[in-house]
């Protein structure tokens, strides 16, 4: 079977860092960890687990689907909204900020 290309979609990476402060790793315990429905998102970490400076600083990938890029955006910018991360300083706001941004649009 060949493959069919339907639609558009969009990833970002959420990584427990600190934009403010170059991107510098953010560690701590994952004290509130949650996740929207209704977008894939992979991931291998979950409340109360440790992030270290010893392992990759990525949370998880969001990835939001749409017939097309305009609705794949807006579906991406519902579930980084709808994302819940608390004990470590993490790149969301960033995200948030990008997929709004105009020029992203």
Same mark, same amino acid.
Request: charged residues 25%.
């Given at each position: 079977?060949?493959?069919?290309?339907?639609?558009?979609? +969009?990833?970002?990476?959420?990584?427990?860092?600190?934009?403010?402060? @170059?991107?510098?790793? %953010?560690?701590? &315990?994952?004290?509130?960890?949650?996740?929207?429905?209704?977008?894939?998102? @992979?991931?291998?970490?979950?409340?109360? @687990?440790?992030? %270290?400076?010893?392992?990759?600083?990525?949370?998880? $990938? +969001? +990835?939001?689907?749409? #017939? @097309? !890029?305009?609705? #794949? !955006? $807006?579906?991406?910018?519902? #579930?980084?909204? #709808? &994302?819940?991360?608390?004990?470590?300083?993490?790149?969301?706001?960033?995200?948030?900020? +990008?997929?709004?941004?105009?020029?992203?649009?």
């Amino acid at each position: 079977l060949e493959p069919r290309i339907a639609g558009h979609a +969009i990833e970002v990476r959420l990584y427990a860092e600190d934009p403010a402060r @170059d991107f510098a790793p %953010s560690v701590g &315990t994952l004290r509130h960890l949650a996740f929207p429905e209704r977008v894939r998102v @992979d991931t291998g970490v979950r409340a109360g @687990d440790a992030v %270290s400076v010893n392992y990759d600083p990525m949370l998880a $990938k +969001i +990835i939001a689907h749409g #017939a @097309d !890029r305009e609705e #794949a !955006r $807006k579906r991406l910018l519902r #579930a980084l909204h #709808a &994302t819940e991360v608390a004990g470590v300083r993490t790149n969301l706001p960033l995200l948030r900020a +990008i997929v709004a941004h105009p020029g992203f649009a």
